[in-house]
């Protein structure tokens, strides 16, 4: 099977140190670190850049998987992605973490897509809190059409783990985490695509129907999807995929893991079910061809 997994986060360095910065619990912040990887077993990432994303390429080639899209999960971690894209040799296309309310974000993301590895943005409205299709994004959203860029839009549950353990405020709002506030920019800008991660991490229904408006709306499968207990009719991941296949079609399903850090490193585990689960729903080849590595593909194209 040819694997291409779309949703992976590098976590490099410098997102670690960005976020520890930010916290104020006592000591500097490679200390704040050192006390999260001791009480969660977490291992932290190697100073070095280059020894991390060997580290990274010893996954894939364990695992088989041909390319990653990995995500700046800061913007302070964006020229580390794009140095990380460099040493991994066309095995990783790096997305960035932009902020749209941010003065000069549109100029800053046409640099971005037009001069560099970059084939998209990362975006987390809980977390600015804003609405993807207000008129003041109009500006930001003509780069990505102009540039046919891939804007992932976080939507539903949102917890940064990290965060929760340098004791940073919980400042996401899920009322901007809505699918639906994705259909106005995706049919206001059809050249964009946009990627709604983890089967909308909740808000299921939602996705369904940004899938079913807009051609150019996709969905990854990322993540251990246990967004699935928090709705009201029971689901198992055999329902969701047989919910997304009848309104996305396998030519809209993107497979991603949401691996992030180490020592669990790249979750073959979530493609083992996925493949599982298309094997049970009688799921052609072809179909779960495109759905591991062909959508995926074509999408990552500068075409």
């Known amino acids: 099977m040819d694997t291409v997994d779309f949703h992976l986060h590098l976590f490099s360095r410098p997102y670690f140190a960005a976020l520890a910065a930010q916290s104020t619990q006592p ?13 969660t077993g977490l291992e932290l990432p190697a100073p070095e850049l280059a020894t991390h994303v060997a580290r ?25 992605l794009a140095e990380a894209a460099r040493l991994a040799q066309g095995r990783i296309t790096p997305f960035a973490l932009v902020n749209p309310t941010a003065p000069g974000a549109a100029d800053r993301v046409r640099e971005l897509l037009s001069s560099g590895p970059f084939r998209g943005v990362l975006l987390f409205p809980a977390l600015h809190h804003y609405d993807l299709s207000a008129p003041e994004q109009r500006e930001f959203l003509g780069v990505l059409d102009e540039q046919r860029a ?14 929760d353990l340098l ?18 920019a995706a049919n206001a800008f059809p050249n964009a695509r946009f990627v709604i991660p983890h089967f909308g991490a909740g808000l299921f229904r939602e996705t369904l129907l940004a899938g079913a408006q807009c051609p150019n709306v996709y969905v990854d499968t990322s993540s251990s999807n246990s967004w699935i207990h928090t709705q009201p ?4 991941l055999r329902d969701v995929f047989a919910r997304a296949l009848a309104v996305f079609g396998a030519g809209r399903i993107l497979f991603g893991t949401d691996s992030n850090t180490f ?4 979750r073959a585990e979530r493609r083992s079910e996925q493949l599982r689960v298309l094997d049970e729903l009688g799921v052609s080849a072809a179909d779960q061809q495109q759905i591991f590595a062909g959508n995926a ?5 500068r075409a």
């Not at 080639?61 to 580390?80: L, N, T």
């Not at 020592?263 to 790249?266: H, I, K, N």
């Open 263 to 266: 020592p669990a490193g790249w």
């Open 297 to 301: 593909r074509r999408l990552l194209a």
């Open 56 to 80: 990274w390429i010893e996954q894939f080639d364990r695992h088989q998987v041909a390319h990653v899209a990995a995500f700046a999960s800061a913007p302070e971690e964006a020229p580390a």
């Open 27 to 39: 000591g500097t912040v490679d200390e704040r670190l050192t006390r999260v990887a001791q009480r």
């Open 233 to 236: 009719a029971a689901l198992t």
């Open 167 to 184: 004791g940073l405020p919980r400042t996401m709002d899920l009322r901007w985490a809505n699918p639906l506030n994705v259909i106005p």
């Open 150 to 163: 891939i804007a992932y839009v976080h939507c539903g549950l949102l917890v940064v783990k990290l965060r």
